[in-house]
């Protein structure tokens, strides 16, 4: 069942009355109004959106992301969502940000004489600029990606493709957005000399505020949902492979099972299930007593002598030489 206060079975119109950001979340999915007195359910069913993904969004982004973002990634469709978030990228940059900035150089003194209102558009456009580039990442890289597991198609050994190795640069870019945003904001409260056309520069303002929250609840979401569900997707795509697939790569035959575990030490065994439930590098220096250093130089002499490069590889694998139970595993 979905985790949240809204459900299939409540009237779409008061989801809407409810919240006002909501209208966002219809636009992102496509969806029009008109809906009378239909449920989610069926206001969904009608226009082709699924359910449990769009519920999942609604009630991420009415919750201020105070929800069980594991529960909900394991309900939502990670085809629907990628659709979704690729919608939103199109609305920020096309649409939302574009239209702040004519309001913008509407409400200051954007001529030669006032270095300030020159050094604040300046700002803006920088600040535009990175949302840009960071929403084309995800969609060239991130949903690529995706998309190619969504294919059933792996990446192979050679490429040490995951979403762990995109996540990294993905929230680095995600918090670099956040404080541009914010200084932002700042400078024109502290800064901006009192010759503006104050009503339409508070109008900005407000907006820059409406549109902080809406990126930090997008962003939020890809960190705590999306991300997850596409984790999940990676072991699904990697079990399936080794269903139909007696690959040596992932020691799924019974000679290569017995030839791979013999060739590596009981520590590089132990730094594998600790990999498989989900530590990080320094998590497992921890535990094991050894150094990051260590753990690095154990992590890649499993990968030369497996060539398996990723977390759902590494998984496949313990489970199969009965290193680690299933239930034991961080899907």
């Not at 459900?7 to 909501?22: A, G």
């Not at 299930?273 to 130089?297: D, H, P, Y």
């Not at 759902?312 to 239930?327: K, Q």
């Amino acid at each position: 069942m979905m985790t949240g206060k809204y459900k299939e079975t409540d009237k779409m119109s008061d989801l809407i009355c409810d919240d006002y950001r909501l209208l966002q979340v219809l636009t992102r999915f496509g969806l029009t109004f008109g809906f009378g007195d239909q449920t989610v359910s069926a206001a969904c069913a009608a226009q082709q959106v699924d359910v449990p993904t769009f519920l999942a969004v609604v009630n991420f982004v009415t919750s201020g992301g105070r929800i069980d973002a594991m529960a909900l990634a394991e309900n939502i469709s990670v085809e629907a969502m990628t659709r979704y978030l690729e919608h939103s990228h199109t609305y920020f940059t096309r649409f939302r940000v574009p239209a702040i900035r004519r309001k913008l150089i509407e409400s200051i003194d954007c001529s030669a004489r006032n270095q300030i209102a020159f050094l604040i558009l300046k700002f803006y456009d920088e600040f535009a600029l990175e949302v840009s580039r960071h929403m084309d990442y995800e969609d060239q890289y991130i949903h690529t990606y995706v998309r190619q597991l969504l294919g059933g198609k792996l990446p192979s050994s050679s490429e040490q493709t995951n979403i762990d190795s995109l996540e990294e640069r993905h929230r680095e870019n995600h918090i670099q957005i956040e404080k541009s945003l914010s200084e932002l904001k700042s400078i024109i409260i502290k800064y901006y000399p009192n010759d503006s056309k104050v009503e339409l520069l508070n109008e900005v303002l407000m907006d820059l505020y409406i549109l902080e929250e809406d990126l930090e609840a997008h962003c939020l979401m890809e960190d705590e949902v999306y991300i997850e569900a596409v984790r999940r997707l990676e072991v699904e795509c990697a079990l399936k492979a080794a269903d139909t697939n007696e690959s040596d790569d992932l020691s799924v035959t019974g000679e290569g099972n017995s030839g791979n575990t013999d060739t590596l030490s009981e520590r590089e065994r132990e730094v594998i299930v600790c990999v498989v439930r989900g530590l990080s590098n320094k998590e497992i220096a921890e535990k094991l007593f050894i150094s990051v250093n260590t753990v690095m130089t154990h992590r890649r002499n499993i990968s030369r002598k497996l060539q398996i490069h990723s977390p759902a590889g590494l998984t496949i694998y313990a489970i199969v030489n009965g290193l680690i139970n299933l239930d034991e595993v961080k899907l």
